[in-house]
Nanobody
Framework: QVQFVESGGGLVQPGGSLRLSCAAS????????MDWYGQAPGKQRELVAR???????NYADSVKGRFTISRDNAKKMTYLQMNSLKPEDTAVYYC??????????WGQGTQVTVSS
């Protein structure tokens, strides 16, 4: 069983960068696929990045080339490096495991606002 706590969001100008962090609990974190989702106001939560237990990655087309997902299994941490941010990236960002998504179990998220 795992729980996740997101951090690192904030206000940033277009073109700026942020690094989101996700701290996990649970002894088998390293076996999970980890995802980052974004949810804009009034919109559904959308998958933006995924990293498997083996380290393979996938990205939404809208963030490809700008965002990088990574993980540190020893520290039970998952990261999302967000570069060249755009106003349309504004959202609450959540991390979750494949198991958490299956259970529809979500943390508090972290707010990212991209604005001049």
């Amino acid at each position: 069983q795992v729980q996740f706590v997101e951090s690192g969001g904030g206000l940033v100008q277009p073109g700026g960068s942020l690094r989101l962090s996700c701290a996990a609990s649970g002894s088998i974190y390293g076996t999970y696929t980890m995802d980052w989702y974004g949810q804009a106001p009034g919109k559904q939560r959308e998958l933006v990045a995924r990293i498997s237990s083996g380290g393979s990655t996938n990205y939404a087309d809208s963030v490809k080339g700008r965002f990088t997902i990574s993980r540190d299994n020893a520290k039970k941490m998952t990261y999302l490096q967000m570069n060249s941010l755009k106003p349309e990236d504004t959202a609450v960002y959540y991390c979750n495991s494949n198991m958490g998504v299956a259970r529809d179990s979500w943390g508090q998220g972290t707010q990212v606002t991209v604005s001049s």
